[in-house]
C-alpha cells in the first residue's frame, strides 16, 4: 500500500547521471514529436508531470528548451491558452544533424570540380575573411598588450571557448588556446581551414604566429604562440600576413602540444 505522501519512484532518483539521462530522453521526444506539453511528455515517457516540469526547468535553464503559448487553430475556447515545450536551435544542434558530413561533401566537390586545394584554401581564406571582421575592431581597440586577450574573447563569443595566457618556460610571448572548435571534424579533412585561421590571426594581430596544435589533428587544445614584440608586445594590426610563414608553421607543428 502506497504511505500517504510517499514520492512516486520516478522522483525519488536525484543522480546527475539519472537525471541528465531523463533530460535526454525528454528532449529527444521534443525533437521526434516537436512542441509538447507536460501531460504529452508524461504520457509518452512515463514519468509524473511534476518529474517532467523539474526536467523542463532545468532544460530551460540551460538554453535547450524554451516555453511558449500553444497555437490555437479555429475558434479560441475560453481560458488560457495551453503551454507547449519546444526546442530552441541550440537544442537541435545538440543532436546529430549531419552538418559536419555535408561541409566535407561540399569541400569534396570544390577540391574535385573548382580548381582542387587551392579553391578550398581560397574558400577558407575566405569563410574566416568574413567571420573575422567581427574581431578587428575589438582587436584594434585594445592596447598592444591586450590584444591577444581581445582575440580570445571575440573568439569566445563565437563558441570557440578561448584564453590568453603567457607562454610556458622559455618562449617570450603568448599562448592563445582554443578549447572548442565547431569545425573540427571538417577541419580533419581539410587543413586548410586550420591554415587559413592562423593567417588571419597574425594579420588581426599584426605578427608572424605559429600554430602549436589543433583539436582537428587530436590535440585536446588548438594552440598558438604569438611571440613577443620588440617593445614586449605585438606590432599592431596590418594589412596582410607573410603566407609562407603562418602556412608552413601551422603545417610543420600542427601536431605538436605545449603542455
Same mark, same amino acid.
Given at each position: 500500500?502506497?504511505?500517504?505522501?510517499?514520492?512516486?519512484?520516478?522522483?525519488?532518483?536525484?543522480?546527475?547521471?539519472?537525471?541528465?539521462?531523463?533530460?535526454?530522453?525528454?528532449?529527444?521526444?521534443?525533437?521526434?514529436?516537436?512542441?509538447?506539453?507536460?501531460?504529452?511528455?508524461?504520457?509518452?515517457?512515463?514519468?509524473?508531470?511534476?518529474?517532467?516540469?523539474?526536467?523542463?526547468?532545468?532544460?530551460?535553464?540551460?538554453?535547450?528548451?524554451?516555453?511558449?503559448?500553444?497555437?490555437?487553430?479555429?475558434?479560441?475556447?475560453?481560458?488560457?491558452?495551453?503551454?507547449?515545450?519546444?526546442?530552441?536551435?541550440?537544442?537541435?544542434?545538440?543532436?546529430?544533424?549531419?552538418?559536419?558530413?555535408?561541409?566535407?561533401? @561540399?569541400?569534396?566537390?570544390?577540391?574535385?570540380? &573548382?580548381? %582542387?586545394? +587551392? *579553391? !578550398? $584554401?581560397?574558400? /577558407?581564406?575566405?569563410?574566416?575573411?568574413?567571420?573575422?571582421?567581427?574581431?578587428?575592431?575589438?582587436?584594434?581597440?585594445?592596447?598592444?598588450?591586450?590584444?591577444? @586577450?581581445?582575440?580570445?574573447?571575440?573568439?569566445? &563569443?563565437? %563558441?570557440? +571557448? *578561448? !584564453? $590568453?595566457?603567457? /607562454?610556458?618556460?622559455?618562449?617570450?610571448?603568448?599562448?592563445?588556446?582554443?578549447?572548442?572548435?565547431?569545425?573540427?571534424?571538417?577541419?580533419?579533412?581539410?587543413?586548410?581551414?586550420?591554415?587559413?585561421?592562423?593567417?588571419?590571426?597574425?594579420?588581426?594581430?599584426?605578427?608572424?604566429?605559429?600554430?602549436?596544435?589543433?583539436?582537428?589533428?587530436?590535440?585536446?587544445?588548438?594552440?598558438?604562440?604569438?611571440?613577443?614584440?620588440?617593445?614586449?608586445?605585438?606590432?599592431?594590426?596590418?594589412?596582410?600576413?607573410?603566407?609562407?610563414?603562418?602556412?608552413?608553421?601551422?603545417?610543420?607543428?600542427?601536431?605538436?602540444?605545449?603542455?
Amino acid at each position: 500500500m502506497k504511505n500517504v505522501g510517499e514520492a512516486p519512484r520516478e522522483e525519488l532518483v536525484t543522480g546527475s547521471r539519472s537525471d541528465r539521462s531523463t533530460r535526454d530522453r525528454v528532449a529527444r521526444s521534443l525533437l521526434d514529436h516537436g512542441p509538447s506539453t507536460v501531460a504529452d511528455l508524461a504520457g509518452r515517457l512515463g514519468l509524473t508531470q511534476a518529474a517532467v516540469r523539474r526536467h523542463l526547468d532545468a532544460l530551460v535553464a540551460e538554453k535547450v528548451v524554451a516555453a511558449r503559448e500553444k497555437r490555437v487553430y479555429g475558434a479560441r475556447s475560453r481560458g488560457r491558452p495551453a503551454k507547449v515545450f519546444a526546442l530552441t536551435d541550440c537544442g537541435r544542434d545538440a543532436f546529430d544533424q549531419s552538418y559536419d558530413s555535408l561541409a566535407v561533401d @561540399a569541400l569534396r566537390w570544390i577540391e574535385r570540380h &573548382a580548381g %582542387g586545394e +587551392a *579553391a !578550398v $584554401a581560397a574558400f /577558407a581564406r575566405d569563410r574566416i575573411g568574413h567571420q573575422a571582421e567581427s574581431y578587428r575592431a575589438a582587436v584594434a581597440a585594445a592596447p598592444p598588450d591586450g590584444r591577444t @586577450a581581445a582575440l580570445a574573447k571575440a573568439l569566445s &563569443a563565437d %563558441g570557440y +571557448a *578561448a !584564453v $590568453a595566457r603567457s /607562454a610556458p618556460g622559455a618562449q617570450q610571448g603568448e599562448q592563445l588556446c582554443q578549447h572548442h572548435c565547431p569545425v573540427a571534424h571538417v577541419a580533419e579533412q581539410f587543413p586548410q581551414l586550420c591554415e587559413a585561421e592562423t593567417e588571419i590571426f597574425s594579420e588581426l594581430l599584426g605578427t608572424h604566429v605559429q600554430r602549436l596544435a589543433t583539436i582537428a589533428h587530436g590535440d585536446g587544445v588548438c594552440t598558438t604562440f604569438i611571440p613577443q614584440g620588440p617593445r614586449g608586445a605585438p606590432d599592431g594590426p596590418r594589412t596582410a600576413p607573410h603566407p609562407q610563414t603562418t602556412s608552413s608553421a601551422s603545417t610543420r607543428t600542427a601536431g605538436r602540444n605545449p603542455a
